[in-house]
């Protein structure tokens, strides 16, 4: 359907939140370490369309199980140490989009 709620994280943000916890973290409590922002699946499909310049409509297929419908960590824990992403889903995308090596075998 689309609806269910993802949460996604930058892999550069997940290096330096590791980072940080491993300098500033010792305890044996469990830290998420996320973005704490989610949106649903219809919706990082149409920002990926946006992203490689993809005209067109999203359509689900009713026939296909939705999952559970939310992933949503809490990172109250990790932004009480002083950590928060740096990197948004729109850019990240971007930044990586631009990277791909595949893009030279794409059609124009």
Avoid: Q
Avoid at 18 to 35: E, F, K, P, Q, R
Avoid at 51 to 67: F, H, N, Q, S
Avoid at 76 to 96: F, H, N
Wanted: proline share 8%.
């Amino acid at each position: 359907s689309g609806r269910p709620r993802r949460e996604f994280l930058h892999v550069d943000d997940c290096a330096d939140g590791l980072v940080h916890l491993m300098i500033h973290y010792s305890d044996a409590t469990h830290v998420n370490l996320g973005c704490g922002e989610d949106l649903t699946i219809a919706a990082l499909a149409r920002l990926i369309m946006d992203v490689v310049g993809l005209e067109g409509d999203v359509i689900a297929d009713p026939t296909k199980p939705d999952g559970t419908p939310r992933k949503l960590l809490d990172i109250s824990r990790l932004k009480s140490l002083g950590w928060t992403p740096s990197i948004p889903l729109p850019k990240g995308l971007a930044t990586v989009y631009a990277k791909a090596p595949f893009r030279e075998d794409l059609p124009a």
